[in-house]
């Protein structure tokens, strides 16, 4: 996979006042809550399935935000969403009026929902409509009382401290230039995941090191690039990768002079510490194919289908036919760790859809 490679990139230095200033709020780490941060593109089936089942499943209150697109795309598209996660208890939020951002009446859904969708689009249109209004007040307010923030594309961006490609509309181009990675009038974001800068879309549109200006003027910053259609699920200090890669930004060299490192699907990340956690697992099994079958009694599913089994000491690889008691994805390139458990049997560490923790799970080939 090519991830090295220069790349212009566009500041735009206007000396005019910001149009959005830091919240007053404190920052609001997610040590109750969730965030899901997707890189724009399609949702694959693992992340539509974990945001289900950590916002309550397919009955709990959600709020659909498609602030960022333009006027004309946002007619249905609330709603198509809702039919893609499958909810059936959504309402929209949406203005473009701060005063009605801070009415009483229109955050109302918001205080009784237990997730929030954020769509894609431009990110200054959330910041003109919200930043620092009672709609980012109460999309806090739900993160801190444990519920999910998903955020898409321009949604994933909005979600760090350091906003990038704010840049707003002209009468030339009334979407704004997504290409400038930082406008110095939008540089605030809703600060949901601290000293963070977040950029999405990352292979799609060769933007491997955009963020490396970006943290070298700001090495208090963990730069997170991620790919399209690759999430992060942030709880507590940590969070970890589901669908795809991620690149890390941390100001510092690594290997081959690269300025940033990937994590790929299922690997774990302390934020606050910027280390990847260990899992030490001799084996990692690969689904090639993935057939999920609900568990009789409980909650979850069992998984079976086609793999290929992997030392991590030696490379030799098996191709094998599994049934494992745990659900697992086969998009995304997911590697599960895994450890011998008698004949033709492993021990599997993965985690189910309403947690971030690993467990060990059994499985047969």
């Known amino acids: 996979m090519r991830r090295i490679g220069p790349i212009l990139l566009g500041f ?18 997610p040590q109750s809550g969730w965030l899901i ?21 397919p009955d709990a209150k959600v709020v659909m935000i498609p602030t960022a697109l333009s006027d004309e795309d946002i007619p249905g598209r609330s ?63 739900l993160l801190a009382r444990g519920g999910v923030v998903f955020g898409s594309s321009a949604g994933a961006s909005i979600q760090a401290s350091f906003l990038l490609r704010g840049a707003p509309a002209t009468p030339g181009n009334p979407e704004g230039d997504n290409t400038v990675v930082v406008d110095p009038r939008y540089e605030v974001g809703f600060g949901l995941l601290p000293d963070s800068a977040i950029d999405q879309h990352v292979e799609e549109r060769s933007r491997e090191t955009d963020l490396d200006p970006v943290i070298a003027t700001h090495p208090e910053l963990l730069g997170i690039g991620i790919d399209q259609s690759a999430a992060i699920i942030v709880h507590g200090d940590t969070f970890f990768v589901v669908g795809g890669q991620v690149a890390i930004h941390d100001d510092k060299q690594h290997v081959g002079g690269a300025s940033y490192y990937l994590l790929s ?52 690889s098996q191709r094998v036919m599994y049934q494992c008691d745990v659900t697992l994805y086969s998009i995304g390139n997911n590697s599960y760790p895994a450890r011998p458990d008698g004949a033709n049997r492993l021990k599997v560490e993965a985690r189910e859809l309403n947690t971030d923790k690993l467990n060990e799970y059994s499985c047969t080939y």
Do not use: C
């Open 12 to 29: 735009l230095l206007i000396g005019i006042a910001a149009s959005s200033t830091p919240s007053s709020d404190p920052p609001i780490a």
């Open 37 to 57: 941060i997707h890189g724009g593109g399609s949702l694959e089936p693992e992340i539509r399935d974990r945001f289900i089942a950590l916002a309550g499943g």
């Open 79 to 141: 709603a198509a969403m809702a039919q893609a996660f499958g909810l059936r208890n959504y309402a929209e939020l949406h203005t473009r009026d701060r005063a009605m951002a801070n009415s009483e009446a229109f955050v109302e859904p918001l205080r009784h929902a237990s997730a929030v969708w954020i769509d894609g689009g431009r990110p200054w249109r959330l910041v003109d409509a919200y930043a620092g209004t009672a709609v980012e007040r109460e999309i806090k307010a």
């Open 265 to 316: 699907s299922g690997q774990e990340f302390n934020w606050k510490t910027r280390t990847i956690v260990p899992d030490g697992l001799p084996l990692a099994l690969m689904p090639i194919t993935a057939v999920r079958t609900a568990r009789t009694s409980g909650t979850g599913y069992l998984t079976a289908g086609r793999g290929v089994l992997l030392s991590r000491a030696t490379a030799e």
